[in-house]
């Protein structure tokens, strides 16, 4: 997903929004988690991940075109750890093509269970 999908999605969501807010918030955002992972700081969105930076020690390494050795300076890198929420949605088992075909949301079927159904409701 792109910035500017992940912007519609928000937009189709959230239709009383104006569009032009709605780039503005997300780039905030986004330049917001950018500062703060620049600053050496760890960005944790609950049930979604956690965000930080390890520093990969220099060490040398070798040009493998030529076999030459070459020094690799210190780094930094930028890790990802899925939050428990989303590691369960991700490995959720998918439902069967005939089971998605039929199938009634959940807040349906919670209210169906009840709420009792009239046959003149029906």
Known sequence: MTR?????RIAARAP??????LE?????????MSEA????????LRGFGVFSLRTRRART????????????????TLSFAAGKELRARL???EPRQEEAAGAVLPSVALASAVLPVTSAAR
């Open 37 to 44: 992972l620049v600053a050496g700081k760890r960005i944790e």
């Open 16 to 21: 009383h929004v104006p569009r032009r807010e």
């Open 91 to 93: 490995n959720a088992p």
């Open 61 to 76: 390494g070798r040009n493998p075109k030529t076999g030459q050795r070459v020094s690799v300076p210190e780094r930094r």
């Open 4 to 8: 500017s999908e992940l912007i519609e």
């Open 24 to 32: 503005a918030i997300v780039h905030a955002v986004f330049d917001c």
